[in-house]
């Protein structure tokens, strides 16, 4: 039985991304790999996402234009999450809306340019 999945993603930069990842959108790093660094998770209320150094991948022209969404986020309150990183800073590319799939969603631009889609289903 799958219990959770963690998505792997790629970064050039990671002590810029674990930055980001800790002081706007509030996950802590559990753990780096190597001096200086190669590898890392990050968590956030038991969830995590793992990070890798390599070269970016080829860009994908119409990722922002057709929301080409690299994870999606099931939370418990979207408005919440969404007052909390709007007062980070963070960068959204959707403000948080109740969508025609009964979906209460925002989606986030990070650091390394990708989108990360945070949804709550309204009771």
Known sequence: MIRQIAPQFFTTD??????????????????????????????RDQHRIHFRC??????????YDDELLDAYLF??????????YASRGVEFTRALANTSWRSREFVVKDCDGRLLAFGANPE
Do not use: H, M
Request: with cysteine; charged share 20%.
């Open 14 to 43: 990671l002590p810029a991304t674990l930055t980001y990842y800790k002081d706007k959108l509030g996950f802590n790093c559990i753990g780096t790999w190597q001096d200086p660094p190669v590898y890392a998770i990050v968590a």
């Open 75 to 84: 939370i418990d309150d979207a408005d919440a999450l969404y007052a909390e």
């Open 54 to 63: 390599a070269d970016s991948p080829a860009p994908t022209p119409d990722k």
